[in-house]
């Protein structure tokens, strides 16, 4: 598991200023800032793909050097995901895309997600990163994951969040049956009663987009 504040970057003040209950306030910067962090997480992302040699003619001489094998395909998990994964798709511009729609439906003592859309190409050996800025239960990973596979079965996932909690991590390693790795910005202490990640930030959509009705 890659955890992005581990180490001492500028990353940090930006999932700092992404937390910040001031800053959240001007959701252009919040919004500049989920992208940053998904620009980031994509960069070490890349790091861990194959890549094949390649020659490439300069306007002076030819040189050799390792490029991506293959694109891998990213699934934003809307709506929250919209600059996190604008973030990830500026690193991987060539890369195919597909959308899912997920919400939580909440109870006094039980949280589940539905998903009312879903928009995505053959999957069928690919890579794919699926990236939602926020991991809380996991259980939108884990349906997401499910509804995809009926596009083809990938041959490696990787998850993308900026904020994850403890038992969100636990709850896919325990129910997703396909090679996976996790990206994240920050690795929380927990979640709280309603599910929520703490410290956390809030809801990453009505920061991001305006609140919900």
Known sequence: MFILNQNNSIANQFLAELRDIHIQKDRLRFRKNLERVGEILAYEVSKALPYTPSSITSPLAKVETPLLKEQPVIIA????A????????NFFDQADSGFIGAYRKESDDNVEISLNYLAAPNLTGKTVLIVDPMLATGK?????IDAIKGHGKPKQIEILSAFAAPEGIKHIKENLDLPHRFWIGALDEKL?????IVPGLGDAGDLAFGPKI
Do not use: D, T
């Not at 998990?77 to 929250?80: E, G, H, K, S, T």
């Not at 919209?82 to 798709?89: A, I, K, R, S, T």
């Not at 939108?140 to 997401?144: C, N």
């Open 82 to 89: 919209v600059p996190f994964y604008q973030g990830v798709l």
């Open 77 to 80: 998990v809307l709506r929250a």
């Open 140 to 144: 939108s990973f884990i349906k997401s």
């Open 192 to 196: 709280n009663q309603q599910s929520y």
